[in-house]
C-alpha cells in the first residue's frame, strides 16, 4: 500500500489537470456548436467570440461548459471519451477487424520484440567486448555515444526509404529502428553492470587461479543482472517508441502509428488518444513483465527478499 499510494496521488493530480483543461481548450467549438444548435450565447458573433479568453467565455456561458466534454471532435477529449474509444475499439471489435486496436497493437508489438531483441543481443555482445578490450572501449564506445545524437525523427524515414529501395518492407524496417533506440541502453547499463565488482572481488578470483571466462561467469555477470535488468526496461520502453516512429512515414496501414495518422489526417482525435493510451498501457505492461522476470531472478539469486 505505501508504494501504491504515491502512484495513485500522481495519477489523480494528472486525471485532475486533464479535466480541468477540458474544459478551455473546448470552450470555443462547444459556444460554436451550441449556437448551431439554437442556443443563445454570449457575444453572438463568433469574431467577437474569437477576441475573447477561454476562461471568459466559459464565465459568459456556463450552460456550455458541461458539452466540452460530450464534442465529438474535440481539441482535448475528456478522460471518460478516451476510456469509451479506449473500450470501444478493443473490448467491443473483433480482434481481426482493422478498427481494433489489439490488432493494430499486435503489429506493432510484433516489430518492438523483434527490434527489441536484436538491440539486446548486439548491446550485450558489444558491452562484453567493451569490458575486455581495451581497444574496443577507446574506440566503439564513443561510436555507440555519438549515434545517439542523431534524432530519430530524421533517421527513420532515411532507413525507411533506404531499405525500401532494397525492397526490403513491412516488419524489418520498423525492428532496425527499435533496435537503434534498444541498444543504447543495454550497451550502457552492461558495461557498467560488467564492471561493479570491486578489486577485492576480482582479485579473490585470482587467488584461485580463475580464468577470465569463470571470472565473466561467476563473477560479472550474475553482478551484471540489476544493471541488465534496468537497462532492459528501458530499451523495450525505447524499442515500441521506435516501431511507433517506424510506422509514421511509411504511411501504414497498420499499428498504433497508423491510427495516429488516421486520426491526425481525417480531424478525429479520439482515434489518436485511443491509440496513445494503448500504446502506454501496453509499455506499462511490457515494463511490468521484466520487472517480474528481475524480482524472480534476483530472488533466486538471493539478492532481494
Known sequence: MRNVLPILTVVAVLLGLWVLAVVPMNIHLAVDQAQRDGVVVTPQTPMERQDVGALALAARNPGVIASTYTLDRPRLPGPQQVVGEVWKTTVGTRISSKQSLVYHGWV???????????????????AVGIVFSRTMDLSVMPWAIASQTIPILALAPMIIVMM?????????PKAIISAYLSFFPVVVGMVKGLRSPDAMQIDLLHTYYA??????????????LPYLFASLKIGIS???VGAIVG?????????FGARMLVGDQYGQPLVTWAALFAAAITAAALVGLFTLMERMSLKRMGMVR
Open 238 to 240: 525505447a524499442a515500441l
Open 211 to 224: 580464468s577470465p571466462g569463470q571470472g565473466f561467469w561467476k563473477l560479472r555477470l550474475p553482478a551484471s
Open 108 to 126: 506493432t508489438l510484433s516489430a518492438t520484440l523483434l527490434g527489441f531483441a536484436i538491440g539486446t543481443t548486439l548491446g550485450i555482445a558489444l
Open 247 to 255: 510506422e509514421l512515414p511509411t504511411g501504414a496501414r497498420a499499428g
Open 164 to 172: 525500401g529501395s532494397l525492397g526490403i518492407q513491412g516488419l524489418l
